[in-house]
């Protein structure tokens, strides 16, 4: 069984939003700097966005700032991603990691992944 599950991806128009989440299952999230990822078909596996374990400071790849904001519920041992003003080019299986590190780090060093959840921005 992962440690992390994704789950609220689907079908959404352009300009509209969806919020993933990510929930914790034999891990403690707030102890992990925890990543999104997402990976389009024939495209690599890229990182979106990031908090870090140590500070909480966040992480943002350019073409997600200031339309993707990361979060944490630390009672619902849960993080998540809000997406608001979504573009076809934001479709892609979306994933999130964990790593028993202090700031944000390279796709390799996250020990623990989720299955992913399908995102599609399409009219």
């Known amino acids: 069984q992962l440690p992390l599950v994704e789950s609220g991806g689907g079908l959404v128009q352009p300009g509209g939003s969806l919020r993933l989440s990510c929930a914790a299952a034999?891990?403690?999230?707030?102890?992990?700097?925890i990543g999104w990822f997402r990976q389009a078909p024939g495209k690599e596996r890229e990182g979106v966005s990031c908090?870090?374990?140590?500070?909480?400071?966040?992480y943002y790849e350019d073409s997600v700032k200031g339309r993707f904001t990361i979060s944490s519920d630390n009672a619902k041992n849960t993080v998540y991603l809000q997406m608001n003003s979504l573009k076809p080019e934001d479709t892609a299986v979306y994933y999130c990691a964990a790593a028993r590190r202090p700031f944000c780090v390279a796709t390799h060093e996250y020990a623990y992944w989720g299955q992913g959840t399908q995102v599609t921005v399409s009219s």
């Open positions: 034999g891990i403690t999230l707030n102890a992990y700097t």
């Open positions: 908090t870090s374990s140590s500070d909480g400071m966040t």
